[in-house]
């Protein structure tokens, strides 16, 4: 079984202040993790995901993400925050390989301001 | 690439009748598609996972008479919420998968917000 835990509901920081949304993993295999970004009344866009290559994932948007077994983290990062990275992210995690079920985290709504 | 569509992007109807949503994968073969519940502020709950040309399985707690899904070709799935009540309201969105990728990657569709009144 796997879960994931974001923690902070709700982020908020200043246009061009660096993003962290963090994302904890539980997993009883090896794991497969995904950042997602929801815009309002929109379905999900993928944003980076991991899959046991390099555990440092870049992704769209300037965002990227760094796997560490030893924290079971998978915590996103942008360096400089934009209006337009406004949106619900949502960390997800699944097990190794193909075909296994995705489990989406609860979710954290990021603010920027101006 | 990639793109999954939904149809209707909102539908708002009475209780007591049926609607249905349709989630197309618009350039790629889909061999399987789930469908997804958004509550407000909460994240997406798996209803069902359902693979062309076989029976949909359901997530514990999901009625299946109730959603009604069927994928009846490499393209196209649809849900039918039938006998729909208020506390079917709700956001609903499908995702697709296709056959190649190892790393179970979904496509997802644009969601389809339903109102029952």
């Known amino acids: 079984a796997q879960s994931v835990t974001q923690l902070g509901s709700h982020v908020s920081v200043s246009e061009g202040a660096l993003v962290l949304l963090r994302c904890n993993y539980s997993s009883s295999v090896p794991p497969y993790l995904f950042w997602y970004v929801q815009y309002p009344n929109q379905g999900l866009q993928l944003l980076l995901k991991y899959t046991s290559a390099a555990t440092l994932v870049k992704g769209i948007n300037g965002f990227e993400a760094e796997f560490k077994k030893s924290e079971t983290s998978f915590h996103l990062t942008k360096p400089s925050a934009h209006m337009s990275d406004a949106a619900e992210y949502f960390c997800?995690?699944?097990?190794?390989?193909?075909?296994?079920?995705?489990?989406f985290g609860t979710g954290t709504k990021l603010q920027v301001i101006p | 690439g990639a793109v999954v569509s939904q149809h209707p992007s909102r539908v708002i109807c009475k209780s007591g009748t049926s609607v249905k949503i349709e989630c197309r994968s618009l350039?790629?073969?889909?061999?399987?598609m789930f469908w997804y519940r958004q509550f407000p502020k909460q994240s997406l709950m798996l209803m069902a996972t359902s693979n062309e040309g076989s029976k949909a399985t359901y997530e514990q707690g999901v009625e299946k008479d109730k959603f009604l899904i069927n994928h009846a070709s490499l393209t196209l799935s649809t849900l039918t919420v039938t006998s729909a009540h208020p506390e079917d309201s709700s956001f609903y969105i499908c995702?697709?998968?296709?056959?190649?990728?190892?790393?179970?990657?979904?496509?997802f569709g644009p969601g389809t917000r339903l109102t029952v009144l």
């Open positions: 997800a995690v699944s097990g190794a390989g193909g075909y296994q079920k995705v489990t």
């Open positions: 350039d790629f073969q889909a061999t399987t």
């Open positions: 995702s697709a998968r296709t056959g190649d990728r190892g790393y179970n990657e979904q496509f």
